[in-house]
């Protein structure tokens, strides 16, 4: 299994979103252990699990129909 695993920086990094937005907003929201992410030797240190993360955000934007609007708004079909 070839996984590419992150620190909390590095996924910041890689998706532009602030670290404490990753650690504070999606950590078991959007993120989930076990799939995305994983502590290793159970410590506090999480790594993230790219490959996971790069599937589950195309599919979620594939599952997301919208339409941009003239006047600046979107309507979701």
Do not use: Q
């Not at 504070?24 to 959007?30: A, G, Q, R």
Request: charged share 20%.
């Amino acid at each position: 299994m070839n996984n590419t695993y992150l620190t909390t920086d590095a996924l910041a990094e890689r998706i532009h979103y602030d670290p404490r937005t990753i650690r504070d907003c999606l950590i078991d929201s959007v993120l989930i252990e076990g799939i995305h992410y994983f502590r290793p030797f159970g410590g506090r240190k999480i790594l993230y699990i790219w490959e996971n993360i790069e599937r589950d955000m195309i599919a979620s934007c594939a599952s997301t129909f919208s339409i941009p609007m003239a006047d600046g708004g979107v309507c979701h079909g």
